[in-house]
Structure formats: C-alpha cells, structure tokens
C-alpha cells in the first residue's frame, strides 16, 4: 500500500469506479508532469544567472529587502536593484511572487 497505492477497490467493483480511479489516476500524473516541466525549466534559468545574481536572487528568495541585501553583500542598494531587474529578466518572473514559487521548485530538486 505504501508504494504508491492510489485508491482500492472493493469486490463487486462498479465499472464507473474503475473509470473514476483510472481518470483520477491519469490526472495526477498530468500534474505531475506538468509540475517536473516547470522545476526543469526554472532549474535551466537559475543555471544561466551569474554569481552575484545567484547571491541576489537566494537573498530576496529569503525575503531580504534590497537595503538588506546591500549591506550583506556589501553593495549598493541600487546596485541590488539593478542586479534584481537582471534576475528577474533572466528568470521570465513578473512578479516577487513568482519569483519565490521558481525557488521553491528549484529547492526541491
């Protein structure tokens, strides 16, 4: 059962039941792979940002603002802007919120 199990079905079994498990089956794995795309293709972007980009994007992935992420790299604060508008051009995110959910899929690789 622990090794991916996904539904049981009692004896006499409904031939809709089956459907509804095998459709319900099919679903998952969709997602699945849909979700695999997306870490790939955020993975492959991460790879393309310099060193300092990576420092920056790591930073506001932690939810630093940019006059944190300044002094602990021991930049200017409009440096980190610009090296954020890089990383996030880089990494197609429009928005702090997307840019998180691309770590977060990075991270769980």
Same mark, same amino acid.
């Given at each position: 059962?622990?090794?991916?199990?996904?539904?049981?079905?009692?004896?006499?079994?409904?031939?809709?039941?089956?459907?509804?498990?095998?459709?319900?089956?099919?679903?998952?794995?969709?997602?699945?792979?849909?979700?695999?795309?997306?870490?790939?293709?955020?993975?492959?972007?991460?790879?393309?940002?310099?060193?300092?980009?990576?420092?920056?994007? $790591?930073?506001?992935?932690?939810?630093?603002?940019? =006059?944190?992420? /300044?002094? !602990? @790299? %021991?930049?200017?604060? &409009?440096?980190? $802007?610009?090296?954020?508008?890089?990383?996030?051009? =880089?990494?197609? /995110?429009? !928005? @702090? %919120?997307?840019?998180? &959910?691309?770590?977060?899929?990075?991270?769980?690789?």
């Amino acid at each position: 059962m622990k090794a991916g199990v996904v539904d049981f079905i009692e004896k006499p079994f409904d031939p809709n039941r089956i459907l509804e498990a095998v459709r319900g089956c099919l679903s998952a794995l969709e997602r699945q792979e849909v979700e695999s795309e997306a870490r790939e293709e955020a993975t492959s972007r991460l790879a393309s940002l310099t060193p300092r980009e990576r420092q920056v994007f $790591e930073a506001l992935i932690d939810g630093k603002s940019n =006059k944190e992420i /300044a002094i !602990s @790299l %021991s930049i200017s604060p &409009r440096t980190v $802007e610009i090296f954020r508008a890089k990383v996030m051009q =880089k990494m197609q /995110a429009t !928005s @702090l %919120s997307m840019l998180v &959910r691309m770590g977060l899929r990075c991270a769980e690789v």
